[in-house]
T-cell receptor, first 116, second 113 residues
Framework: ETGVTQSPTHLIKTRGQQVTLRCSSQ?????VSWYQQALGQGPQFIFQ???????GRGNFPPRFSGLQFPNYSSELNVNALELDDSALYLC???????????????FGEGSRLTVL | KNQVEQSPQSLIILEGKNCTLQ??????????LRWYKQDTGRGPVSLTI???SENTKSNGRYTATLDADTKQSSLHITASQLSDSASYIC????????????WGAGTKLIIKP
């Protein structure tokens, strides 16, 4: 158990809809990172939030957006869903020192999104 | 270009045998190197995290090595068990001022009885 919880665990949406995924970070951690993992592929970095500010972004379009709350939990929002957005979405929490990713990452079990 | 390459892409071994997975990286600056184990459909779990000055680190039957001069790492699994079947992913922290994480594609390991 990593102490990182994600919800929902599974969901099905149709193309064009919007989805919100949630992540509660481990106690004491100030940073949340989001990853997309397509079937059979490695995780792809979407973005990271450090103390409620975006602290790095991967090669994802603006319809992928996020938030981090004062308690360091986080949301990932995806608008105008496309079929290729079907994937496992992973959240990882960590405790950054000066916004540098030198510390351990603790992953949740993921949210499996299917877009029909 | 900052990259992490793993080999082999996949590996099948018999239960009880040992195996070694490889990771080569071209990441600068370098902060640390991690190995994660990921069961299918689950989140990755950290096995080891090694800094520049560490050559070897063990976690039970898993032993990671790091050669920072040649920019190579290996993960050795001793006396494999069926539960070791998973993807093993090498990740390097570095490459920019925020030391973002650069992920390898993983090695898919299958242990057969």
């Amino acid at each position: 158990e990593t102490g990182v919880t994600q919800s929902p665990t599974h969901l099905i949406k149709t193309r064009g809809q919007q989805v919100t995924l949630r992540c509660s970070s481990q106690s004491g951690h100030n940073t949340v990172s989001w990853y997309q993992q397509a079937l059979g592929q490695g995780p792809q970095f979407i973005f990271q939030y450090y103390r409620e500010e975006e602290n790095g972004r991967g090669n994802f379009p603006p319809r992928f957006s996020g938030l981090q709350f004062p308690n360091y939990s986080s949301e990932l929002n995806v608008n105008a869903l496309e079929l290729d957005d079907s994937a496992l979405y992973l959240c990882a929490s960590s405790s950054l020192a000066g916004a540098m990713n030198t510390g351990e990452l603790f992953f949740g079990e993921g949210s499996r999104l299917t877009v029909l | 270009k900052n990259q992490v390459e793993q080999s082999p892409q996949s590996l099948i071994i018999l239960e009880g045998k040992n195996c070694t997975l490889q990771c080569n990286y071209t990441v600068s600056p370098f902060s640390n190197l991690r190995w994660y184990k990921q069961d299918t459909g689950r989140g990755p779990v950290s096995l080891t995290i090694m800094t520049f000055s560490e050559n070897t680190k063990s976690n039970g039957r898993y032993t990671a090595t790091l050669d920072a001069d040649t920019k190579q790492s290996s993960l050795h699994i001793t006396a494999s068990q069926l539960s070791d079947s998973a993807s093993y992913i090498c990740v390097v922290s570095g490459g920019d001022s925020n030391y973002q994480l650069i992920w390898g594609a993983g090695t898919k390991l299958i242990i057969k009885p």
